[in-house]
Every structure is written in C-alpha cells, then in structure tokens.
C-alpha cells in the first residue's frame, strides 16, 4: 500500500502570489496535482497546506483528499514533509511507501505517478529523473520514513535522495524539469508551442 503527500504549503515568495492557485488549461494548479494524486493507485493523498491556507482550502473541499494544516511551514520544507507524513502515517500506520510530489510542477499527472509506484523494490527510493538531476515526484520505500521524519529546515527529501544514491531506481520524467517558481517560469508555461 502506497500513500501519497502533495506538498502545498509554501508560500511562493519568489512568484509573489499564491502558486498553488495560478490557473492553467481551466484549473489551478493545485487542483490539476490534486486531480493526479487521487487519479493515481496511491491511498490515502495527504494534502499540506500552509501560507496560504484560508485561500487554498476550498479549493480542497469536495476532493477526495485529506488535508492537513502545516502550523510550521515557515520553517522550511522538511517542515510540510514531516507533517505529510506524520499525518498520512496516522491514516494508514502499515504503508509500505509513500510518494511525495509538489504542486509547481504542471505536467505531473497520475501515469507519472503510477509509474514511480509500479518501479518501486523493497528498500528502495524510485525518483523521477529530469534535467540530470533526481527528483519530485518520489517515492521512498517504508525504510526511509524515520529519516524523512528527521528532516529540518529548507532540506527538502532531495537531500535523503543524494544520500542514498546507490538506492535509487530513476524513472525518466523529461517535463518533470518544468516547474513553476517565478512569474517568467509561469509566463513561459502559458506561451504557446510552436
């Protein structure tokens, strides 16, 4: 059994609005990761809110999904990490893994995630790979929850993801390079393809 915790807790200080509610192609983006999380085999979706929380909870009522308030956020992103997975934990305490993804990455979508959660090996981390690096969305083997659990500050699960190199398995995810961190970023997303 595979959780899955959508981070949304951040306060976009670098776009200088609220990304989690930026529309694109008729939702927000928000709405767009929750639709893949719950489209996707993984149960039950934690969803963490924080900065922005007032504003994004309606966006949450009617989704099958539960959502958990990050009083912390400020601290970081281990902060969101640790409360997602403290709260999914307490929802199903026998998950084998868990997967993390974020809002700001647009072309996420429940075949992305299923392909992580069908990679996936006991002991293992299987993270998507993109622009030579390793990253969200991620899925980390039951084994790693106490060091997710540990986590401070800015340090994202990307740290746990270096560290553990030799445990990875990487699932290409080319458009996973496309996330949405400032107005150009957001500008670019919506610019037609030619």
């Known amino acids: 059994m595979t959780g899955l915790v959508l981070l949304a807790a951040g306060a976009s200080t670098r776009l200088g609005e609220p990304k989690q509610q930026l529309p694109y ?5 928000l709405q767009r990761a929750v639709r893949a999380a719950v489209e996707s085999v993984c149960v039950p979706v934690v969803v963490v809110v924080g900065a922005n929380a007032p504003s994004l909870l309606p966006y949450l009522s009617d989704s099958q999904v ?3 308030q990050n009083q912390h956020w400020e601290e970081g992103m281990a902060s969101s990490v640790r409360c997602g997975l403290e709260y999914l934990l307490r929802k199903a305490p026998t998950l084998s893994a868990c997967v ?8 996420t979508t429940a075949t992305v995630l299923d392909a992580l959660v069908q990679a996936q090996q006991e002991g293992k981390i299987v993270a998507s790979a993109y622009s030579g690096v390793l990253g969200t969305p991620v899925l980390f083997h039951k084994r790693f929850f106490r060091v997710l659990l540990a986590l401070q500050g800015q340090q994202g699960a990307r740290k746990i993801v270096q560290q553990y190199q030799q445990e990875v398995i990487a699932i290409p995810f080319a458009k996973g390079a496309v996330d949405i961190d400032t107005a150009a ?4 997303l919506l610019a037609p393809e030619v």
Do not use: S
Not at 25 to 29: C, D, I, R, V
């Open 25 to 29: 192609q008729g939702q927000t983006l």
């Open 185 to 188: 970023d957001y500008t670019a």
């Open 100 to 107: 993390f993804m974020v809002c700001d990455q647009p072309y």
């Open 66 to 68: 539960h959502t958990v």
